[in-house]
């Protein structure tokens, strides 16, 4: 199985400020056919199910306010707050489906310093 | 809009059946996305369980070591979710998901139920 690893675990970041989450896979997932990242990051906040924000590690889902933004290639990725809003509080998640099983990250809890 | 809803027991005996069903609204399940099952242990990470398409394909995560079936209604536009010989390690928020076809495989979840609390005890 791939498994992707985030960083930090847990991040305090002041209102207005960046916040940026990392995502490392233990493999590419890059498929070479369509040049695509198979890599995409969520949103769960508590009591509900996570949201999609970033599929193709860079395409923002319909409705996701433009401060989310995603980069990254091959195994390194990255999911940037450009300034953080109180209801970003949340845990993220990045998510592979390169590869069968798709897996998950272990999750970055986001919160307001 | 795509509406997800699970339903079934919040609560299985151990070495039982955990049976869920996830109705589907706004959408046909007949359609160009694979209609997935997540897990989550409370306050834990997110794990894929498996998932159907329409034809009738399926696909199961190994790590449940051959406990879990998906299947689909599509009379009723429902999937369904049965694992077998559960412990309390199931015990976890069940989520129905929907993964858009994309090159020839699922892609990412863009819709997610609400979830269930099914809990593993006596």
């Known amino acids: 199985d791939i498994v992707l690893t985030q960083s930090p675990d847990s991040l305090s970041v002041s209102l207005g400020e960046r916040a940026t989450i990392n995502c490392k896979s233990s493999?590419?997932?890059?498929?070479?056919?369509?040049?695509?990242?198979?890599l995409s990051w969520y949103q769960q906040k508590p009591g509900q199910p996570p949201k999609l924000l970033i599929y193709?590690?860079?395409t923002r889902d319909f409705g996701v306010p433009d401060r989310f933004s995603g980069s990254g290639s091959g195994t390194d990725f990255t999911l940037t707050i450009s300034s953080l809003q109180a209801e970003d509080v949340a845990v993220y998640y990045c998510q592979q489906h390169h590869t069968t099983p798709c897996t998950f990250g272990q999750g970055t809890k986001l919160e307001i310093k | 809009q795509v509406q997800l809803q699970e339903s079934g027991p919040g609560l299985v005996e151990p070495s039982g059946t955990l049976s869920l069903t996830c109705r589907v609204s706004?959408?046909?399940?007949?359609?160009?996305?694979?209609w997935s099952w997540v897990r989550q242990p409370p306050g834990k990470g997110l794990e894929w369980i498996g998932e159907a398409y329409y034809t009738g394909d399926t696909s199961y995560n190994p790590s449940l070591k051959g406990r879990v079936t998906i299947s689909q209604d599509k009379s009723r536009n429902q999937l369904s979710l049965n694992l077998n010989s559960v412990t309390a390690a199931d015990t976890a928020i069940y989520y129905c998901?929907?993964?858009?076809?994309?090159?020839?495989?699922?892609?990412?979840?863009?819709?997610w139920g609400p979830g269930l609390l099914v809990t593993v005890s006596s």
């Open positions: 193709w590690a860079s």
């Open positions: 493999q590419s997932v890059l498929y070479s056919s369509n040049q695509k990242h198979y």
């Open positions: 706004g959408f046909s399940i007949i359609s160009a996305n694979w």
């Open positions: 998901s929907r993964r858009p076809l994309w090159y020839g495989q699922s892609s990412y979840f863009d819709f």
